[in-house]
């Protein structure tokens, strides 16, 4: 008797079939089992709608991640109309919530013109409103002046407060990104300065741009450990290759460099090898206090937070107007503690003392040894890689804050500069090595002399003028000096 399909009936099988038998069922048994029960995606056949009312039960995070499931979620995530729920429910004060919500129902805005909107609007604005979560809370805080520095006192405290990190993010020529945290990070009475070591795989001469973002996490209730989003405000950006640079200092094993016209950036690279083989040490950069809170969590991704002007009050009876009462503010560290700092009160400029188109606000003059400062640091930038070491000696960073009558600061810098010996100098009141530290950009100058007493192993600070164009102070105050 055969049984159908060919197969021997189990009375009439030898010992040899009925063990074949068994081996095979056994095998397709082991093959059904690894197999998953079913291929097809049930839920890729829901009608959007139907998919659409299951993700407004999302909250915020939920939705995001759920947005890099697959390009389907990934379209129906970055609705217009979730979001505008989210950021209703979310980040709209209880007084307002009523009014949008009768927006939301159409009263005044329809869902048509929800969906107008460009795509991500919403989304945008939602992680916009939480990086200044208790936006209230912190401008209260800055409003809190140090009189010693006139900056806001609290703004290391904000930062840290709501969270933010620091990203430097270069790419090479081929296109490809490399992200890297600061490895440092160093905050003294006027600036924040950040530091990236270990940067061997990133070469100098293929690096095509850099770009320092700030990084402010969302406040969602629940983390997403593989993807949190994040609010990215950009700093700033260079073009390694169109940017000119120019070195200004250097040790036994590296040199630095520094951009023409960021001149708080400065990298890092060894020494003895060619253009090609060179790759980048570290990176420092520097950023000052004024608005730092401001552009940190107000920029976009791809571009930096405007800092509004200072506008004066208009005064048509004082004769020399925007030529006295200023205050500076000057600052040196070495990005791992203060050198030293100093306020100077009471400046001025007279309009016959008006040269090469710079008003010239003497803050130390050489000729009044009463305000002769004295320190005893040596300057130098210290750098680690790669299990090495070393200082770059005779380099530090300034700070400097210019402040006009009304106590708003009209010129703000941190950068890194290097101690220059003259050679030349007028300077023959102390026994000793005579140095300079100038800096220059579009917004003002600074002079510096200092003289090296290798007795007392102290420096002097004998000079400081700041000085300030002419066509700026013209602009800020309606003058024509």
Not at 113 to 126: D, F, V, Y
Not at 267 to 273: A, F, H, S, T
């Amino acid at each position: 008797m055969e049984l159908p399909h060919g197969k021997p009936a189990e009375s009439t099988m030898t010992s040899k079939q009925r063990r074949k038998v068994l081996w095979m069922n056994k095998v397709i048994c082991s093959r059904s089992a690894s197999r998953p029960s079913s291929t097809v995606n049930y839920f890729g056949r829901l009608p959007p709608e139907v998919l659409m009312k299951i993700l407004s039960f999302l909250d915020a995070s939920s939705l995001y991640s759920i947005g890099y499931v697959n390009k389907q979620l990934h379209e129906l995530a970055n609705s217009n109309a979730l979001w505008y729920r989210l950021y209703v429910r979310d980040c709209v004060e209880r007084k307002l919530r009523a009014k949008l919500m009768d927006e939301m129902a159409g009263v005044h805005m329809s869902s048509a013109a929800i969906q107008e909107k460009p795509r991500g609007h919403w989304k945008r604005l939602l992680f916009r409103k939480m990086a200044g979560f208790n936006k209230d809370k912190w401008l209260h805080q800055l409003k809190v002046i140090n009189p010693y520095t006139g900056l806001p006192r609290q703004t290391e405290h904000v930062l840290r407060s709501a969270g933010v990190t620091w990203e430097m993010t270069v790419m090479d020529s081929s296109g490809r990104q490399y992200s890297f945290r600061p490895s440092r990070v160093f905050f003294s009475e006027s600036s924040l300065s950040l530091t990236w070591q270990n940067l061997a795989q990133v070469s100098s001469w293929y690096s095509q741009s850099l770009q320092v973002h700030s990084v402010v996490p969302m406040p969602f209730d629940r983390a997403v450990a593989s993807c949190s989003p994040a609010w990215r405000s950009l700093i700033t950006q260079v073009d390694m290759n169109k940017e000119s640079w120019h070195y200004f200092g250097a040790s036994r094993l590296v040199r630095m460099k520094q951009s023409h016209q960021f001149h708080g950036i400065t990298i890092g690279v060894w020494r003895g090898l060619k253009a090609k083989e060179c790759s980048i040490v570290f990176v420092k950069m520097t950023l000052h206090f004024h608005k730092l809170v401001e552009r940190s969590l107000f920029g976009s991704v791809t571009c930096p937070y405007a800092v509004p002007e200072h506008q004066p009050v208009f005064d048509d009876i004082d004769p020399e107007y925007g030529l006295h009462g200023y205050k500076v503010h000057v600052e040196l560290h070495d990005m791992v503690k203060p050198i030293m700092s100093g306020r100077f009160t009471g400046l001025f400029c007279r309009r016959d003392n008006i040269r090469d188109g710079c008003i010239t606000l003497k803050a130390i003059s050489r000729s009044r040894k009463s305000e002769h400062t004295a320190f005893r640091d040596e300057l130098g930038l210290k750098w680690c890689s790669e299990g090495m070491e070393g200082t770059v000696e005779n380099c530090c960073v300034v700070n400097v804050t210019v402040l006009d009558e009304s106590d708003t600061p009209i010129w703000c810098v941190s950068s890194a500069v290097a101690l220059t010996r003259m050679w030349e100098s007028d300077l023959f009141d102390y026994r000793g090595d005579p140095y300079s530290i100038q800096y220059r950009d579009p917004g003002g100058k600074l002079f510096m002399n200092l003289i090296w007493m290798e007795e007392l192993r102290q420096y002097f600070l004998v000079r400081l003028n700041v000085s300030l164009p002419v066509a700026k102070i013209n602009r800020l105050y309606r003058r024509s000096y």
